[in-house]
Nanobody
Framework: QVQLAESGGGLVQAGGSLRLSCVAS?????MGWFRQAPGKEREFVAAITWSGASTYYADFVKGRFTISRDNAKNTLNLQMNSLKPEDTAVYYC???????????????????WGQGTQVTVSS
């Protein structure tokens, strides 16, 4: 069982930045971020492989968000810049033990989930 704990959410004005972090109790093959806005499905945001050699992003965050991991600290980060009101959501850290290039955005790839951290972007 891998435990995940997110931090770093908050309230920011449009155009601002936030950095989310997620501490994991163990290493996993892939880690990612998902988000869920009220009344909407949980959606993929970004993912990174164990080595950090491969990163994946949803189209709506490309060029604005950067995912990274520090394996020495078992920490996953998401740097969010140029935030928009539509980025408002609960952001979840997730981890999986295996993946493929066609499954990194699929929620079923991720076995372990954090409790989520609220990000609110005001206009």
């Amino acid at each position: 069982q891998v435990q995940l704990a997110e931090s770093g959410g908050g309230l920011v004005q449009a155009g601002g930045s936030l950095r989310l972090s997620c501490v994991a109790s163990a290493r996993t093959a892939i880690m990612g971020w998902f988000r869920q806005a009220p009344g909407k499905e949980r959606e993929f945001v970004a993912a990174i492989t164990w080595s950090g050699a491969s990163t994946y992003y949803a189209d709506f965050v490309k060029g604005r968000f950067t995912i990274s991991r520090d394996n020495a600290k078992n920490t996953l980060n998401l740097q969010m810049n140029s935030l928009k009101p539509e980025d408002t959501a609960v952001y979840y850290c997730a981890a999986g033990q295996s993946y493929s290039t066609s499954s990194y955005a699929n929620r079923r790839t991720y076995v372990y989930w954090g409790q989520g951290t609220q990000v609110t972007v005001s206009s």
